[in-house]
């Protein structure tokens, strides 16, 4: 069972320009979250996506990005318009149920991936 | 917002004991847990304790929860060089995990 898989590792972008950053969760899990580290700093949350929908995104700047998880295929973490202060880690993490104090730790545990590097020159 | 906060940098020689500190803010938390992340690479669940728990040890690691004061540590029992990481916290927020800023464990020979 592969982990959750983020591609590409290492992205680089000039200003302006689009990133795109792609997450493949474990098999059977259909919650997907998505974390961005600065340099220096811990992960600051952005969004949680089920299939097909936005559960919460609190994290999430206005302007610019924008997450997706489709029926089917990956989620999509999309940047427009690219700006220096983009550049930082971002990771993916799924799991496969949202509710733990109903069903216990094990089965809400956040695996996460390796996450995608961007780079805005 | 709910906040969790640990102290950046903790020097250890091999062979101590590490002890990194976590605070939060969440009253209602369910779940705190540790990860680890090596150089260049994603996070590694290491453990985690529920709240109405006091203690959890898992082989050389200790977690202590004092759920009056919201203070959580991880203790790291002889630890080695590649223990070498930083290590986060992290709060269950209702549907998300909240991170600690990470302190960077180094440890000398």
């Known amino acids: 069972n592969a982990g959750v898989m983020q591609n590409p590792r290492h992205l680089v972008r000039r200003r302006g320009q689009e990133a795109r950053l792609r997450c493949s969760p474990m098999k059977g899990h259909s919650h997907v979250y998505w974390y961005r580290q600065l340099p220096e700093e811990g992960l600051k949350f952005m969004v949680y996506?089920?299939?097909?929908?936005?559960?919460?995104e609190s994290g999430m700047p206005k302007e610019r990005f924008s997450a997706e998880f489709p029926k089917e295929g990956p989620s999509i973490l999309r940047i427009q318009q690219v700006v220096r202060g983009d550049s930082a880690a971002y990771f993916c993490a799924s799991s496969s149920n949202r509710d733990t104090r109903r069903l216990g730790h094990m089965n809400t545990e956040a695996f996460f991936g390796q996450g995608t590097r961007l780079t805005v020159v | 917002g709910e906040d969790v906060e640990q102290s950046l940098f903790l020097s250890v020689r091999e062979g101590d004991s590490s002890v990194i500190n976590c605070t939060y803010t969440d009253s209602s938390s369910t779940y705190l847990y540790w990860y680890k992340q090596e150089p260049g690479a994603g996070l590694q669940l290491l453990t985690y304790i529920f709240s109405n728990m006091d203690m959890k040890q898992d082989q050389r690691l200790t977690v202590l929860l004092n759920k009056k004061d919201k203070h959580l540590s991880l203790r790291i029992a002889d630890t080695q060089t590649g223990d070498s990481a930083i290590y986060f916290c992290a709060d269950y927020n209702t549907d998300k995990l909240i991170f600690g800023t990470g302190t960077r464990l180094q440890v000398f020979p």
């Open positions: 996506l089920q299939k097909e929908n936005i559960i919460d």
